[in-house]
């Protein structure tokens, strides 16, 4: 019999452990919750997980340095999940490296649709060492070429004229090419000042992006409308 992925869990609000446990038992995933980033550690060590829920807030440390030692030892997918004031924690996150993150308070059963989706993407990745931006080469992904220290996106083989809002929309969507991100999403980690913060800011900024990778292949449309949800990248398009 196929034993059922374990899922471990860092977290130290009793309620909220027993909650995700709970939620993610009834879905068919084996659950390990730790209540400091210790103990999750030791229990990394005794069996691979399938995934790493992660508070930010552990009473042992901060949940990104739990990360770092995750890394470590580990390419396993890990997410985030953070307070709503840890704003700038949420960008931190995603720019090491996590592979998502979620928002206390969060629905259990967007926590466990989140879930489900990492682990459809297939087996555990290697470990890769996160660079900085400003000291990296271009990365190449697939069609598209972003080069962090020089702040200069390439589309097809052509640098791209942006302004510096539509820079940090594509930046986002390509450091998770296909992961589809909310209209919220994208405000908060492309925009700096929380000002002036409505949906409709993103979607002209989208409009415009198009137009502009338009001019460079007319056939494709790498950027994905997911409707009523939000906006991802097909970086092979
Ligand atoms: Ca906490």
Excluded at 72 to 101: C, H, N, Q, W
Excluded at 155 to 182: A, C, F, I, K, N
Excluded at 200 to 228: W, Y
């Amino acid at each position: 019999m196929q034993t059922s992925p374990l899922i471990l869990l860092a977290e130290d609000e009793p309620a909220i452990a027993e909650a995700v446990g709970f939620a993610l038992q009834s879905e068919g995933y084996r659950c390990r919750a730790c209540a400091t980033g210790g103990a999750l550690l030791e229990a990394l060590a005794q069996e691979p997980p399938a995934l790493i829920l992660l508070d930010v807030g552990l009473p042992d440390g901060s949940g990104f340095d739990v990360f770092r030692r995750v890394r470590e030892l580990s390419g396993v997918p890990v997410v985030f999940l953070t307070a709503r004031k840890e704003e700038i924690d949420r960008v931190v996150g995603l720019e090491m490296g996590a592979d998502d993150y979620v928002v206390k308070p969060f629905s259990l059963r967007e926590l466990v649709a989140r879930v489900r989706t990492i682990l459809r993407r297939g087996p555990v990745r290697m470990a890769a060492p996160a660079l900085s931006p400003s000291v990296a080469a271009p990365v190449v992904s697939g069609k598209f070429a972003h080069d962090g220290g020089r702040r200069v996106m390439s589309y097809h083989g052509q640098s791209l004229d942006l302004t510096l809002h539509e820079y940090r929309l594509l930046e986002v969507l390509l450091q998770h090419p296909g992961r589809v991100y909310t209209r919220g999403q994208l405000l908060e980690l492309a925009w700096e000042a929380p000002d002036h913060r409505l949906d409709r800011t993103i979607d002209s900024h989208i409009k415009s992006l198009r137009a502009k990778l338009r001019a460079v292949n007319g056939s494709a449309d790498p950027i994905r409308t997911h409707r009523g949800m939000g906006y991802s990248l097909d970086t092979s398009a």
